[in-house]
């Protein structure tokens, strides 16, 4: 059924796009797309405040004072007010653990209270109480911020910036690398996102960038000439391919050379300790680059890197290619080429202002039409959210949420390409994903997972509206 769904709103092709909504849908549809699904209440609060005004509300998140409930959940957890260093200090790898960790012990997680759970992460795997914080966190964010917005775009940008939590030092950086990077960036400006991102000890870490030297600047230096790597061109190709400019942006194998010698000298200090981004000037390629038709001149340092970072940010396909994937995620898998223009225009007349793009976004046609209404599947954690923002349902613990959303194919901060997660529906339509969320909708409304409790009047009947085929949909 939801196949033919989709295969029937691409029939009705640009068509769909002229045809606009009614006031009713309006508000659905904006709830459907700019949070994590709508509360029993939701739409009357938006009745209440007018649907402009709402939305302006969240497009500044800074405005809105956040709800307690969900201040005094996150209050617990607090590797996520810790830096790296602190982290691995507290929070170390034991030799043997994972052994332990595999024991009946670690089988009575899920019914166990949050506190009891962190002592037994503590106590058997330290690093996975950093991970716990940060998916339960994500989880209580999604259900009970008041900042809707800013959540849903905090989720699409680290998965535009993505970094794989599990790979050695980075269990120890991706806490900071959200919180500091990407979080307070989310509606701000493109570049400084960019630049956070790009500097942040958890990219550098993930994409191998500080391990990148200049050959020559190693050749005949014994022990630490066997020991390094040479040019390394991870970061400069996913620069150029996933963060800024898109596969059809324009460049070429070269430029990816050349970006990468600009960023040579990007690296940390004690990576596995926590570390911290520093240049290293000796290490660093000083010899003269050519980026995208730009000269940068020889002999400089730490600037090179900083300015590909202004070229890219600068450049046309950037405008193009960030709207268009914000367009996807929020209008549609094929978003209309004019909305996309429409967009790239006001991300080169602002400078990248994310704030203004989501806004021309948000003022088009496009985005209050038939075609965007209810045209795309909601990812695992969308429907997992929804469900219980559905249900006003009481979490206690979010662990047995995150379960689910890792089963049904989007275990959180655990993508290992830096693709990170589609933002297509075509990613999330198969036929085990569809019964994997029936399932939990069954037990969710039923009551059955420990630590969430739904409100028996709403949860009565819920189990089969919630599995449907059109729940799954936003």
């Not at 709402?54 to 996520?80: F, G, M, S, V």
């Not at 905090?154 to 120890?172: I, P, S």
């Not at 620069?239 to 059809?248: A, I, K, Q, R």
């Not at 045209?375 to 006003?392: F, G, I, N, T, Y």
Request: hydrophobic share 40%; aromatic share 8%; glycine share 10%.
């Amino acid at each position: 059924m939801v196949v033919g769904l989709v295969a029937a709103a691409v029939a009705l092709g640009g068509n769909a796009f002229r045809v606009k909504l009614d006031g009713e849908k309006k508000i659905e549809h904006a709830l459907n797309r700019l949070t994590f699904g709508p509360r029993p209440t939701g739409a009357e609060a938006v009745r209440k405040t007018g649907l402009k005004k709402w939305i302006d509300a969240q497009l500044h998140p800074e405005r809105l004072t956040e709800n307690p409930a969900l201040q005094a959940k996150l209050a617990p957890l607090e590797t996520l007010r810790m830096n790296g260093a602190e982290l691995a200090r507290k929070y170390p790898r034991r030799p043997g653990a994972a052994k332990k960790a595999s024991g009946p012990a670690m089988r009575k997680l899920a019914a166990a209270s949050t506190e009891d759970r962190r002592k037994m992460l503590e106590q058997y795997a330290p690093p996975q109480v950093v991970a716990y914080d940060l998916v339960e966190s994500k989880l209580l964010r999604a259900v009970y911020s008041d900042r809707q917005l800013a959540e849903v775009l905090a989720d699409f940008w680290f998965n535009h910036f993505n970094v794989y939590l599990d790979k050695g030092a980075d269990r120890y950086l991706v806490t900071s690398y959200e919180r500091d990077a990407i979080r307070p960036r989310a509606l701000g400006n493109f570049p400084d996102l960019l630049r956070a991102t790009a500097q942040h000890p958890a990219m550098l870490f993930y994409l191998d960038n500080w391990q990148s030297v200049d050959p020559k600047a190693v050749a005949g230096r014994g022990r630490l000439a066997k020991r390094a790597r040479g040019l390394n061109e991870n970061y400069a190709r996913e620069l150029l391919e996933l963060h800024t400019l898109g596969v059809d942006g324009g460049y070429t194998q070269q430029d990816v050379i050349e970006v990468a010698r600009c960023f040579t000298g990007w690296t940390l200090r004690v990576p596995r300790g926590g570390g911290e981004f520093y240049f290293n000037e000796r290490m660093h390629d000083r010899g003269e680059k050519t980026v995208l038709g730009v000269k940068i001149r020889a002999g400089g340092g730490l600037g090179d890197g900083l300015q590909v970072l202004e070229i890219v940010s600068q450049h046309p396909s950037t405008a193009r290619f960030v709207s268009g994937k914000l367009a996807q995620r929020f209008v549609a898998d094929e978003p209309p080429p004019a909305l996309v223009e429409k967009m790239a225009q006001t991300f080169t007349k602002t400078g990248g202002d994310l704030r203004a793009v989501m806004k021309t976004m948000l003022d088009s046609g496009e985005f209050w039409s038939q075609g965007a209404y209810r045209s795309k599947m909601k990812s695992p954690l969308e429907m997992v959210a929804s469900a219980v923002r559905s249900l006003d349902a009481q979490v206690d613990s979010a662990f047995v949420l995150a379960q689910a959303v890792g089963r049904l194919g989007q275990p959180l901060y655990r993508k290992r390409e830096p693709t990170g997660y589609s933002n297509s529906s075509e990613e999330w339509v198969n036929t085990s994903g569809l019964l994997g969320r029936m399932n939990f909708a069954t037990a969710l409304a039923s009551n059955q997972l420990p630590g969430v409790k739904a409100a028996p009047e709403r949860a009565e009947g819920a189990g089969l509206r919630l599995g449907s085929p059109e729940f799954q949909r936003r």
